[in-house]
């Protein structure tokens, strides 16, 4: 049983233009959402974060999107970079559990 | 100024083989993982410890052992080893005083039994 999905496998994106990254749950209990991306041979990287409290987190680039009653978050590269080619996964977690719940990742392709 | 590091990068092995994997952290965090990312790119947790002790063990074979000597190792000692344990390894750290969710990630360490 995925709790945590990302339906797109991969993604191709033109320098400059918007990524948008999407990842769905279905338990209700998971109350932090966190995204990382990860680059081969490499572990992943922790990238932005989003309490369920809030609906939106900004760093830079990056933006992720909560929508809590769909239970559906996002994450918004805008303008992509080649640097941001990589697999990026989708995590949750319930408070309390100490372990994140991994989505199985999507990879995103910038080309120039 | 490596934040968590695993070692070896790299693990070839023979089936009934006993082998360790190492993990140390340098965050000063409180809270350490294992996770395995299998073939089919499912990144699933294995143990967690907090201040050295197990705090998860989701359903794992008693072959792996994990074993927390100080907060910043956690070593992954798996006896017996078996081809189904291929896989990537990954360790990860946390602090509980700041967030418990979010995860910092070692390099992997690949496993290959053949």
């Known amino acids: 049983d995925q709790q945590v999905k990302q339906n797109s496998p991969s993604l191709s994106v033109q320098e400059g233009r918007i990524s948008i990254l999407n990842c769905d749950y279905t338990n209700s209990m998971f109350d932090y959402f966190l995204w990382y991306k990860k680059y081969p041979a490499e572990g992943p990287t922790f990238l932005i974060s989003i309490s369920s409290i809030k609906d939106k987190n900004e760093d830079g680039r990056f933006t992720v999107f909560l929508n809590k009653s769909a239970k559906h978050l996002s994450l918004h590269i805008v303008p992509s970079q080649p640097g941001d080619s990589a697999v990026y996964f989708c995590?949750?977690?319930?408070?309390?559990?100490?372990?994140?719940?991994f989505g199985t990742g999507t990879r995103l392709q910038v080309f120039p | 100024d490596t934040a968590v590091s695993q070692t070896p990068k790299y693990l070839v092995t023979q089936m009934g083989n006993d082998k360790s994997i190492k993990c140390e952290q340098n965050l000063g965090h409180d809270t350490m993982y294992w996770y395995k990312q299998d073939s089919k790119k499912f990144l699933k947790i294995m143990f967690s410890y907090n201040n050295k002790e197990l705090i998860i063990n989701e359903t794992v074979p008693n072959r792996f052992s994990p074993k927390s000597p100080d907060k910043a190792h956690l070593n992954l000692h798996i006896n017996s080893l078996e081809l189904g344990d291929s896989a990537v390894y990954f360790c990860?750290?946390?602090?509980?005083?700041?967030?418990?969710?979010?995860?910092?990630f070692g390099p992997g360490t690949r496993l290959t039994v053949l």
């Open positions: 990860a750290s946390s602090s509980r005083e700041t967030s418990t969710d979010t995860q910092y």
């Open positions: 995590a949750a977690s319930a408070y309390g559990t100490d372990k994140l719940i």
